[in-house]
């Protein structure tokens, strides 16, 4: 139980504080919706609620793991063979909910969404090969060409697969973001990254255009996809079909002015904006606090993500560093996705905003994330001080 005092606090506030507003947030965006549906305005409160008391325990019990269990291969292999199955029962047994095939039914116990956890396999499975392979990475281009070809492109690949078929457009491209990242800062050549990082936005460019011209016309883009480029584009002239979202997201943000209109007091949550306890949740935040609220997330969350990522620059151990990198580039991504779409700046995929909006996959996978966060913070401090202490020693 030493352990607990090394408890690092940047991260353990900020994780409380924001699953704090996340509950109170889902309560006002959902209370009309779920008083209409359950008769019970508390329906998806209650439900937050206990998934984030789970949450809190999952995150305790990471933490106080030794960080040397996830290096086992057989706990790795298990949780890649795990997500895999998980992914492809989707296609023959997912549930559908807003066109998308992405949750399994567990009965008693409710949904999962698979492609939650799989952002975290993905991490952890980055993270276990580069911090075996660093040092052949850094002397070999084609070892480590090859060792991204072969392992984690095929790895990837099966992944996100099954994602897009779902389809969960946002989920997948969260999850090649945070290989990309990964590669990048895992030790390779500073040549193969900047080329990679090129091609990268080179192809999304690529397809944006294939878009923007073609249209439907191409095989990958089906109707609605290509609406949510319509939108995105120009929202106001598609306002009464595929715009309606991000126009109304626009009237809760400009209705919320500088202070917002109070908590609970949203207009557009009752029935005008779709959503609003999900995907555009910060919406709703931001027309019941203003700016001012909106501000006070975004740079409290941004503070957690520089936190994480300077956790993982300073520690020595690369398994720990590369995880905690992985973690806040999921964060980083995710935020910046959510937060385009509400604001119209990209086009809307589904992505939820991390710890404000409603979703139990998403808050025990976040739970478990910052547990990892600190178990790493925790197992990099006991290390200095130990070696400060031997240092000492060996003076004396």
């Known amino acids: 139980m030493k352990k607990l005092s090394y408890l690092d606090y940047y991260i353990l506030i900020p994780y409380l504080v924001l699953t ?9 965006a959902s209370s009309f919706i779920a008083l209409k549906s359950f008769d019970n305005a508390q329906y998806y409160f209650i439900r937050q609620a206990v998934f984030a008391g789970v949450g809190l325990f999952l995150c305790f019990f990471v933490y106080m793991l030794r960080l040397e269990i996830l290096k086992y291969k057989a706990f ?27 949750w399994l039914d567990l009965g008693p116990l409710g949904r999962i969404q698979p492609a939650e956890f799989a952002k975290v396999v993905v991490i952890w499975y980055f993270a276990y090969i580069f911090s ?3 040092q052949r990475f850094v002397q070999d281009l084609r070892e480590t060409v090859n060792a991204f070809l072969a392992p984690l492109l095929l790895f990837v690949v099966g992944i996100v697969f099954p994602i897009i078929l779902q389809p969960d457009i946002g989920g997948a491209i969260i999850i090649l973001a945070i290989g990309v990242v990964m590669v990048l800062t895992s030790g390779i050549s500073y040549k193969f990254g900047f080329g990679l990082g090129i091609v990268g936005s080179a192809v999304i460019f690529g397809v944006i255009e294939l878009i923007r011209k073609f249209g439907t016309s191409l095989p990958f883009i089906e109707d609605y996809q290509y609406d949510r480029f319509l939108a995105f584009w120009d929202p106001f002239a598609v306002s009464e079909s595929t715009g309606l979202q991000l126009v109304n997201s626009y009237y809760a943000l400009n209705r919320g002015g500088l202070f917002g209109v109070g908590i609970g007091e949203s207009v557009q949550k009752t029935g005008y904006l779709p959503e609003p306890y999900t995907d555009f949740i910060m919406s709703i935040l931001g027309e019941e606090l203003g700016l001012v609220g909106v501000l006070a997330v975004v740079l409290l969350f941004g503070f957690l993500i520089l936190r994480i990522y300077l956790i993982g620059i300073k520690t020595k151990d690369s398994f720990g560093s590369l995880l905690c990198i992985g973690i806040a580039t999921m964060l980083l991504i995710q935020s910046t996705i959510n937060l385009g779409g509400v604001l119209g700046l990209m086009p809307i995929t589904g992505v939820t905003f991390p710890f404000i909006s409603y979703g139990g996959s998403s808050i025990l996978i976040l739970s478990a994330s910052m547990g990892v966060a600190l178990n790493v913070s925790a197992t990099s401090k006991r290390r200095e001080l130990r070696a400060k202490s031997t240092q000492s020693n060996s003076k004396k």
């Open 76 to 102: 790795v292999i298990s949780a890649i063979s795990i997500i895999v199955i998980m992914l492809l029962s989707l296609l023959a047994v997912g549930k559908e909910i807003n066109g998308a095939k992405g």
């Open 20 to 28: 704090s507003v996340g509950i109170l947030m889902v309560y006002s």
């Open 132 to 134: 075996r392979r660093q």
